[in-house]
């Protein structure tokens, strides 16, 4: 018999297991096919009498809420189930609440009563639920309830329901009008809290406020908890320990005095710096950031200590790109400071290009090598540069080639080689892109009068202008335009030698030459003749008559007369004013070489080093508050540690306003604080109940007597202190008694309520059924 009723019990188990999953396929189905009558459908499910029906109904609308589409059609029938006694349904109602509650604020308020019933529920999960509910739906209106439904889950005996409290103060405090001052008077509890759940919730809402909060009251929260917290920062979630890190960053620059090694520190900055030093090892990367920002900016000779030049070159090979970006630009930088450069040094392979990266990490990379660069290494990293220069991938040889006229500056050695290599890799570079950059780095280096020779830079513009006359190298416009300029700007360098010659090869193809290139001829031909000029005023008397069998103003002449004709305005426009400044007579020579003689600036070969949004955004992450004036510290005795808040009512027993009943309420389970022993009252075990014996529980009346008489000696000499715990009972019985009668009459006010609620729901309902007939 029993064996059959097993069986037929395990049948109607499987049955029921059929029939959700056949529901929960159906309601798949209602969702993803597209069907006319789904609105009353859905509908109809929110006004079953059937939970499970109404459960489907409300995931229906939530999927529709997911998607982007409109449910605000069903605002109505979705909070009249505010009053199910399904805590699945009133989750989904609240999650619905908290997007719509704004656009329907009238009908929204009908459901506050019932959340606020749930804050007497017996379960810390639904309390915790309700208070962020209520802090979810932003009407204005109901701030007076909201602050006083903070301030009693502020105290509740759940751990999990002041934490969710915690977070509701961090969402309501900026719409909270006079109510600021009570709600940070809530939250500086929480954060002395005793429990490492609600403190963690706390720093998370007094990160999200801080700003809003009055400097001087701000970082009172703080001060009193200092020492606390950074003993103990690693009891915290990996999210507050990051939050909590970036408060005292800001924190320690305003009041600390600036260290300049570990014996100049403070005994509280070096108990924070102490503390997070294991944090290096955390498995959040978000963590190990704020914390390497933290050294960085405070103890920056630390850094080597702790290791982080390892940590941050090892996150700059993860796979996560977006990591090894950020991590390549934070250690660039890093390394951007002179006294930080030696750091990353050891480590300049681990920064060469890999296959298949992406172009910002190519970048990244590149300007690391070229920050790294000294004379021992940059042999390596020339060769690496030089290959990366033969790469298909035009950013990455484009950047390569950069990369290496910065690192030019390292010692006239490597200047005259780098410089060879340009020359020979413009012969045979045939990609317009790359000699635009090999000549802008060529152009840099010869400007570079203090690494090169004055014959260095002479045989650089010969070759510059063989490789101009050479027909068989196909050069682009931008090419020949900064070789025509190169050679005009170092004319008088080379005492004129070069630039008529090269001058007279370009005046027979003037025509066909680009605009930019005849322009380039026109400036050559005017730098050509002013050094003529000043070489006539100076040894010859009779100028004009000197001009006339003169090879370089017959050239001037006709170059003004090509360019008088030219189709660009600005070339037409250019030739006369040449003319002007250089035909008016030998007294305006030495101005007119000043004018096309004067020094140029020197061209940026990584003009785009730091220019991207990522670095700008790491500068601006890692941008402080200067350090404060040292006359102007406080004592350190405002970081004396404030008493840690402990709840009284975490053993006692919990009103259960729904059901009038009394259930035990969850028992502080972790302590958190710098000093264990102030907490060794919560942490004392509990005597373990113990069975007796028969012999020992009908003892001898002998013995019984003899326990008496030693019972009534000790009563008689701890008479006092019992009086004064019976003191302490009663006063706590009174306040539980004040407590439960407050409870009751807020669940007549809230019965009555709901009735209110449910009949305008209802008329609302036949109105509108009404409507649609």
Sequence with gaps: MNDSLSRLGSMIESAKELTIEAAVSASARLTDTPNAQKPEEISKLLNSRNDREILQGMKLVISLVSKGEDALPYFADVVKNITSSSNKIKELVIIYLTKYADVEPDTALLSINSIQKTLGDKHPVNRANAIRSLAGIRIDSIIPILTLSLKRTSTDPSPLVRAATAISIGKVYDNSGKSKKQLIEMLSKLLSDSEVIVVSAAIKAYFRIRFSIPENKRWELMHKNFRRYSSSILDLDEWSQGLIIEIFTDYCRKFFKKPLDKNTMDPDLELYL?????????????????MIKSIVVLAPFLIKEYNLDVILTRYALAEDSWLALIALQTILLISQEKKNKELFIPHFRSFYIIPNESDEIINAKLEILSTLANSENFKYIFEELKYYSLSNNKILSRKAIKTIGECSQISNEWSQKILKWCLMKIRKSKTSDLLNELLTVIRYLIQQKSSLEKTDVLKTIYKLASILEDDQIELENEARASIIWIIGEYTVLADNSLGPDVLRRLLKNFAKEEENVRYQTLVLACKIFAYVLIELKNEVKDVEEELENNIEYKLFKHTLQLAKYDVSYDTRDRARMFNVLLNSGIDRAQLASLFLQVPKP???????????????????????????????????????????????????????????????????????????????????????????????????????????????????????????????????????????AEEVAEEEAEEVAEEEVEEDLENKKNQKESEDD
Excluded: C, H
């Design 274 to 290: 102490m503390s997070i030093k294991d944090l290096k090892n955390s498995i959040s990367e978000n963590v190990v950031l704020s």
């Design 602 to 740: 020197v061209p940026f070969v990584n003009s785009n080093k730091g220019d991207n949004d990522i670095l700008k955004s790491i500068k601006q992450y890692f941008s402080v508050p200067d350090w404060a004036d040292e006359s102007t510290l406080p004592s350190s005795e405002i970081r004396k540690e404030a008493p840690i808040e402990i709840n009284r009512l975490a053993n006692a027993s919990f009103s259960f306003s729904t059901e009038g009943t009394k259930s035990p309420s969850p028992v502080i389970e972790q302590s958190f604080s710098s000093k264990q022993y102030l907490n060794d009252e919560i942490n004392k075990p509990k005597p373990s109940y113990k069975l007796q014996s028969l012999d020992e529980f009908f003892g001898s009346e002998d013995s019984e007597s003899e326990e008496e008489d030693e019972e009534s000696e000790s009563d008689e000499d701890e008479s006092s202190s019992e009086f004064e715990e019976e003191e302490e009972e009663e006063e706590e019985e009174e306040e539980e008694e004040e407590v439960e």
